[in-house]
């Protein structure tokens, strides 16, 4: 058989393990992909699943041996030290006040999100592109779902007038607008200005904000910012250890509301009751010295942004290079690429859509990316979520830790160091040029 009915069929196969018509998220889908094709003895460069490449900071897994004892069930709503801990993380690094009973704590903040929206009954509204899991878990629950456009030239973010249109449209219907930044799957932010223009917006309509911050400690500059600090009393803050901790296996996420939210905070507290009783214990115990940071965090973060900004405008120099356009990325691991100026080529090819590019950059290159089509772009448009997460992050932080601080990593030190992304990157490069 060749490897295009490989391919195929292991597409066609993961996407038939389904329950009402729901498939597997894309993003776990892509990595089992990924991983068969792997055992079958293909070379795969992995660049679909958004898995923080860094080990969990070292006084953090200390933190999670002294504790492993722990075996009691913890309250619902979280262990009241880790509560604290993350609302004095929040006035800390945004000032904004707020205290442990602000503070929700579940096993991932996919899981809060869900919960989040099966309490309140109202519309969802999230830019496309977005996150793969937002729209699917909306459809579970039966709410309907508004995509806000956007478009390359603003990358890919939401503009305070494209909301203010939607929601003029009928501006006493409940919502809750997803906000996500850095952004999965484009790796952009907002500047304060545009935070501004979108919090007046949001106030307007008495909108509930979800401010889905989890890869905000991973700006390149170290300068994220809340929105919460421009419209305080509607928006929800969602983190977690998943992303700028390196801990995504460990499924813990944080909700910090405002007072005036508290209500939603008490019915998802009832609904977790019910589900998931709380969360893993030792795993709580460990997080509290995570939220609490200090010397050794810091020096953590700054070295993991370092290496991802060198990284990502590397990798983005390298497409543009050959005509694959992105947004330069302002913090995560991402970037969100157009192969749009190949369109006439591909055709040729027989591909005409998102999905049938991917799978032909698979079977050709070992290159496995997420179509566009998954992130809620039309499936004609020729798009792509490329997560350079593919390396070796325990060594690439070892080496950071001998580059005086002051010093950027360079191509030398990428190529030591993440070579696996960038023989990745020149692969997709080569492919293009060959079409």
């Known amino acids: 058989m060749s490897k295009s009915n490989n391919n195929k069929n292991t597409f066609d196969i993961s996407l038939n393990l389904n329950v009402r018509g729901a498939h597997l998220s894309a993003t776990l889908l892509i990595n089992e992909i990924s991983d068969k094709l792997i055992r079958e003895g293909r070379k795969v460069y992995k660049f679909g699943l958004g898995q923080s490449p860094f080990p969990v900071p070292q006084m953090v897994v200390d933190e999670l041996k002294v504790n492993a004892h722990q075996k009691n069930y913890l309250p619902v709503r979280g262990l009241p030290e880790l509560r604290a801990a993350v609302a004095d993380y929040h006035s800390r690094r945004n000032s904004i006040r707020r205290n442990a009973e602000n503070v929700l704590i579940g096993p991932g903040s996919k899981e809060l999100m869900f919960l989040l ?37 603003n990358k890919w973010r939401i503009a305070a007038k494209d909301l203010e249109n939607l929601c003029k449209l009928d501006p006493d219907r409940p919502r809750i607008v997803i906000l996500n930044y850095p952004s999965n799957p484009t790796g952009a932010t ?26 905000g400690e991973l700006h390149f500059e170290g300068n994220h910012i809340s929105i919460a600090k421009f419209y ?17 296996g460990w499924r813990l996420g944080t909700f910090t509301f405002p007072t005036s939210l ?66 330069k990325p302002d913090g995560g691991f991402y ?45 004609g448009e020729l798009t792509a979520r490329l997560a350079y997460v593919d390396f070796d992050g325990a060594k690439a932080l070892a080496s950071a830790e001998t580059l005086p601080a002051y010093k950027t990593p360079d191509e030398v030190f990428l190529n030591a160091n993440c070579s696996n992304i960038l023989e990745g990157i020149d692969l997709i490069c080569r492919w293009v040029r060959e079409l």
């Open 232 to 248: 305080p009393e509607g928006t929800i803050i969602s983190s977690g250890l998943s992303k700028w901790c390196g801990a995504g």
């Open 262 to 327: 508290n209500w939603l905070l008490e019915a998802m507290s009832s609904l977790a009751s019910e589900t998931f009783t709380s969360t893993s214990t030792p795993i709580q115990y460990a997080a509290v010295c995570a939220f609490k940071g200090g010397i050794g965090i810091e020096r953590y973060l700054c070295n993991t942004r370092r290496i991802l900004k060198s990284l990502g405008l590397l990798i983005h120099k390298k497409l543009d290079r050959v005509g694959i356009s992105a947004p």
């Open 117 to 153: 929206q099966f309490v309140y009954y109202g519309d969802l509204v999230i830019p496309t592109p977005s996150w793969v899991s937002y729209a699917p878990q909306a459809k579970f629950i039966g709410r309907n779902v508004e995509w806000l456009d956007t478009n390359e030239k």
């Open 335 to 379: 970037l969100f690429c157009n192969f749009n100026r190949y369109a006439s080529k591909l055709k040729k090819r027989g591909i005409t859509n998102s999905s049938q590019l991917t799978l032909k950059l698979l079977e050709d290159t070992g290159v496995a990316v997420l179509p566009g089509s998954v992130f809620g772009r039309p499936g």
């Open 190 to 215: 907002y500047s304060v200005n545009e935070l501004k223009e979108l919090a007046e917006v949001a106030k307007k309509y008495r909108i509930v904000l979800l401010s889905d911050e989890i890869y």
